[in-house]
């Protein structure tokens, strides 16, 4: 059920707002209706300027907040049965309890959200400015929960946490030049994204979300964490100088883990540039990702095998940066030579379980397209009826430059809507695409 109320005043302030309730069978009888407001509100500031004013041609300032609701997906609510094709045998058709259990209790997620925001456009539309502040609570979140295995099951579907969300976009663009045979307009966009755990249940410590296994690093959140949030192991440190025992070699302290980075970048910046002269047009959008941690899955076994460029520093000796004791409690600069072989690489107590080996600085920038068009005369096209034609060419993802050693970082091997991030190496990389069109229209 839904229901919507506009409101204009004076073609200069315009109100919205919106209420609807839904009944979702996924919930639990007692728990199924829930009704989610919204309300929008913009005002047209030009009458509060001098209307004759050449500079600032059109202003709106706006203001939302809104409240989502949403159920679990099918199956996520008490014990189904699901398909098995190897169940009862021999690959028969069959079906088995399932190994995951979801809360009869649960109840829908919470989203609220709110955002603020402004409109500007300058020198007769040339120059357009928009920015945007947005801060999003969603409270109830539906998890699937570890449980032990002793109760048979992989884990638990239930409301596990509150969190938030917030950032800033802001959109810059103009047309630099523009005359009858030639223009240039230039976008540019900023914005941030970064998120919180406000709260967790009493008897939740942490979420795991991916968990890498031997190597030791986990995307997880915990009461208080950002989201994005990189745990692992780390090299043992005194005075924040890197330990180094009696054998000359660091150790990977494994006694815990701990936090090793965040895979939430500080920003992502685009700068797009078009440019059209007569029949041509080319554009052009080159990306940047400042900030954000990634662990390669594939680094550590590529460590161990030797086959990284990082292991060509082998079979030699030498004296590794760090301290260690001084015999009488305290610690000196290391002086212990040591042999670096194959078997310093392939230790996970010294070396490849590391977080400093494994989760590195994921920025980016490149150049993500380039485009040229070409558009055929309308006097050629007369003489063949034809309305329209226009060949062009692209091509994508054609440069790079990263810190990032593996492939583009971009990529994950987790697909969008997974609460996955920052787990990159077991996916197929994001290639470079060439192409040749042609639009034809009658």
Known sequence: MFGELLVAYKNKLFLTVTGRNDWVSTLPKKNRSFFYPSVSLAYDIRDLIDK???ILSFGKLRASWAEVGKGPSFGQVGHYFVADGDFPFGGAGGYRASTQLGDTDMIPESNQSYEIGADFRFLNNRIRLDYSYYKTRIENQIFTVGTAYSTGLSGIVRNAGDFQTFGHELSLSGDIIKNEKFKWETVLNWSTNEGEVLSLPEDI????????????????????????TLYGYKWLYENGERYIGSDGLPRVNLDERVKVGNAFPDFIASISNNFSFNDFSLNLLLEWKKGGDLYDSGRRNSIRNGILKVTEFRD????LDGVMDDGNGGFITNTQEVLIDQNYYRSSTRYNRASEILVQDASWVKLRTIGLTYNIKKSVLDKIKISNLSISANANNILLWTPFEGYDPEGSQYSAGSNVYGFTGLSTPISESYSLGIKLGF
């Open 316 to 319: 030699v000796n030498t004296v």
């Open 52 to 54: 004759d004013s050449e």
């Open 205 to 228: 410590e942490s979420l795991v979300f991916a968990d890498s296994g031997f190597a030791g690093v986990t995307s997880e959140i915990r009461d208080g964490d950002k989201m994005g």
